[in-house]
């Protein structure tokens, strides 16, 4: 099982078609669906079993459905050990917004239910199969092209993507390892524009938007 919280983040889950099994309530009428019949609880008791440092009127609890199986085909966004909730949630929206189905996670990455993963991705987890396994026998076997982020390698404006393909993002102070980097046939940075140029990297959920938009702006022809 897993919860959400707030009135947005559990009705996306609902209309997904997630089964719900228990719905908490400060509010009888927060929900238009007079059917859900929430259990009524005081602001207090849903401070109790929030994880939020400031709750909102509502929480639901979820059963967790059966794992997909990954699909070898499309647009593919693979994780590589990202251990930050707030990173993945975002990168499961950023997935769903440029319409990426699916996101392979390393088994070293942090769990998609995880409340602040939950949360951060704001009902996008409900329309992106997200998937654990062994990345590197995965891409072992893929038919598809692999495409991999790095500091200092062919720039992601002059590099030509497919319409299908596997684009690896790395851990948050490492990158991409050693074992995942062999099996990288594209090595694609976003290069630095700044004088100076002392930052030392982008924040791994930025870095993902940045290449997804990047993508599929050549891939679209827009």
Known sequence: MFIAEGIKVISEFIEAGFELLYLYATDANLFDNKELNPILISEQELKKISALVTPNNC????????TKLFSDSGLVVALDDIRDPGN???????CDWFGIEQLFCSETTVDVYNPKVIQSTMGSVSRVTVVYGDLAKML?????????????????????????????MGNEANGISEEIGFLVQHKITIPRFGTIQKTESLNVA???AIVLSEMQRKISGK
């Open 88 to 94: 993945l949630g975002t990168i499961i929206r950023l």
């Open 206 to 208: 930025t870095a993902t």
């Open 59 to 66: 929480l639901a609890v979820f059963k967790i459905p059966k």
């Open 140 to 168: 072992k076997t893929t038919s598809l092209p692999i495409y991999g982020t790095f500091m200092d390698e062919n720039s992601i404006y002059s590099e030509d993507f497919s319409k299908e393909g596997i684009v690896i």
